[in-house]
C-alpha cells in the first residue's frame, strides 16, 4: 500500500499537481485500501476537520496578513535604511545589512518569503550597484530569510507546536539563539566575501543621521516588542499577539506611514484570504494523510528498518535532520511538518528529547530544506521576484547551506544555544 500511494503522489507531483492534490488523492487510496472502499470515508473527513480545528492555527492568517500590509508599506525601507546607518560603512556592510535586515523583518512577519520580497527587493539593485555579483545576492537574500522562519512569530513554529501539542512560547524564544548565530556567521562571511572580491564600501554615515534613521525605526520595531515583550510578559497569547500585530500593522500603514489606503487593505487582505485558503488546506490534507499512513502502520515498518529504535539521541536528531532537510528540497514545508512530525513523535517520547529542542531543529532543517535545490520554495520566489534564471538563484547557495548545516550540528551536540534564552524563560 505504502508503495502505491506514494508512486500516485509523485507522478501527480511531476504532472504539475499543486501539493494538496497529491495529499487529498493519497489519502483517498489509503482509505479506500485500508477499509475496502469508502464505507468509512466521513472518518477522512472528521481527520481534516481535526487538522483545522486548533485555536493556535488563528495566529496563522494573521501573521501572514500583517507581514502583507508591512510589506506593501514602508516598514521594511525604515528598518533597512537604520540597520545601513550602522553597519553600511564597514567591508561587506551592504551584505551584513541585508542579512540584518532580513533578520529584523523575520521578527516582525515570521514569513520567509515575504521577507524575500521586502528585503531583498529595494536591496539587491544597490548591491548590484556596489559591485557584489549577482549570484551571492540572490544567495544572501534567500538564505538569510530563512532566519524569519527561527526568530519569533515563526509560522514553521506554530504548525509544528499545534501538530505536536508544544508549547509555541517556548518554541518562539527558543529560535532567538539560532537565528542570531546564524545572522553572525553571515555576516562573518559576508566580510570575507567583500575583502576577497574587493568591494568598495559606502560612506560612514553620521552619528545625527543613525539617530534619525533609528527614530524613523522606532515604529516597525514596536512589532518585535509587542510579540516578545507580549508573549512573555504574559500579556498575550501567540494568537492574541497575532491580533494585535495586525491591528498595529493597520494603524503604521493607514495612519502613521498614509501609505496604505482602504482599497490596498481590501486588495492585500483579499491575497491573504487565498494564502490562508491554501495553507489551512494543506493543513487538512495533511492531516488526513498523517492519520492515513499512521493507522497503517507505515511510519513504525520505516523506522524499524533504519534501526532508530536502537538509536541514542543524538542518533535520532541526525536521523530526523536528515530527513526533514531532504523532505523540504522538494515539498512545501508545511506538508513536511503535517506528516513528518506525528511519525518522529513516538520516537521522540521514547528516548527522553526535549520536544521544543526537536522542533527548533526541525524548523531550522525546513527552513535549510527550503532555501537548497533543487525545489525549495524559496528559491521559486526568487525565481518570480527577481526574475532571474533557476541556475543564478542557486549558483551561490553552497557557502550559506554549509554555514546553515553547521549550525543544525552544533544544535545538536550544543542544545543550549536553543534552550539557554528557554530555560531562562520558563524554568
Not at 183 to 205: D, H, Q, W
Not at 356 to 382: E, H, K, M, N
Request: charge should be neutral; charged fraction near 10%.
Amino acid at each position: 500500500m505504502a508503495v502505491t500511494i506514494f508512486s500516485i503522489m509523485v507522478v501527480l507531483l511531476l504532472l504539475g499537481f499543486p501539493m494538496m492534490i497529491p495529499l487529498i488523492i493519497g489519502s483517498f487510496v489509503g482509505f479506500y485500501t485500508l477499509f475496502g472502499g469508502f464505507g468509512q470515508l466521513e472518518t477522512m473527513v472528521q481527520q481534516m476537520m481535526a487538522g483545522i480545528r486548533p485555536a493556535s492555527l488563528i495566529a496563522v492568517p494573521m501573521f501572514i496578513f500583517a507581514a502583507d500590509i508591512m510589506t506593501r508599506g514602508q516598514s521594511a525601507g525604515r528598518l533597512i535604511d537604520m540597520v545601513m546607518s550602522f553597519v553600511g560603512h564597514i567591508r561587506g556592510g551592504l551584505a551584513v545589512s541585508t542579512a540584518a535586515a532580513c533578520t529584523m523583518f523575520g521578527a516582525v512577519s515570521g514569513s520567509t518569503q515575504a521577507t524575500v520580497v521586502a528585503i531583498g527587493s529595494p536591496l539587491r539593485p544597490r548591491m548590484l550597484k556596489a559591485g557584489y555579483n549577482d549570484s551571492f545576492i540572490l544567495a544572501l537574500i534567500v538564505n538569510s530569510s530563512d532566519i524569519a522562519f527561527l526568530i519569533p512569530p515563526s509560522i514553521g513554529m506554530i504548525i509544528y507546536g499545534v501538530v505536536s501539542n508544544t508549547s509555541i512560547s517556548e518554541l518562539f524564544i527558543a529560535g532567538v539563539g539560532p537565528g542570531l548565530l546564524i545572522l553572525l556567521l553571515f555576516s562573518i562571511y559576508s566580510y570575507i566575501y567583500a575583502v576577497r572580491n574587493n568591494v568598495p564600501t559606502e560612506e560612514r554615515a553620521t552619528w545625527g543621521e543613525r539617530l534619525r534613521t533609528t527614530q524613523k525605526a522606532l515604529w516597525p520595531l514596536g512589532f518585535p516588542a509587542i510579540i516578545i515583550g507580549g508573549i512573555y510578559g504574559g500579556i498575550f497569547s501567540p494568537t492574541e499577539a497575532a491580533a494585535v500585530c495586525v491591528l498595529y500593522a493597520i494603524f503604521l500603514e493607514m495612519v502613521v506611514f498614509r501609505e496604505l489606503d482602504l482599497h490596498g487593505l481590501y486588495k492585500t487582505a483579499k491575497s491573504t484570504g487565498l494564502i490562508t485558503a491554501v495553507v489551512f488546506i494543506l493543513v487538512a490534507a495533511g492531516a488526513a494523510f498523517s492519520w492515513v499512513i499512521s493507522f497503517a502502520q507505515i511510519p513504525q515498518q520505516i523506522l524499524a528498518g533504519i534501526g532508530i529504535d536502537q538509536m541514542g539521541q543524538i542518533g535520532v536528531l541526525v536521523v530526523i535532520s536528515i530527513a526533514f532537510f531532504i523532505g523540504c528540497m522538494f515539498v512545501d514545508p508545511i506538508v513536511v511538518i503535517l506528516v513528518l512530525v506525528p511519525i518522529f513523535a513516538p520516537v521522540v517520547d521514547n528516548v527522553g528529547l526535549d520536544p521544543v529542542l526537536v522542533g527548533t531543529i526541525i524548523t531550522l532543517q525546513v527552513a535549510i530544506g527550503s532555501a537548497t535545490p533543487p525545489f525549495g520554495c524559496d528559491i521559486f520566489t526568487a525565481i518570480a521576484v527577481f526574475k532571474r534564471p533557476y541556475m543564478d538563484v542557486i549558483r551561490g547557495t553552497p557557502p550559506f547551506i554549509f554555514i546553515l548545516l553547521c549550525v543544525s550540528a552544533a544544535l545538536i551536540f550544543f542544545p543550549q544555544i536553543a534552550l539557554f534564552l528557554r530555560d531562562l524563560a520558563f524554568r
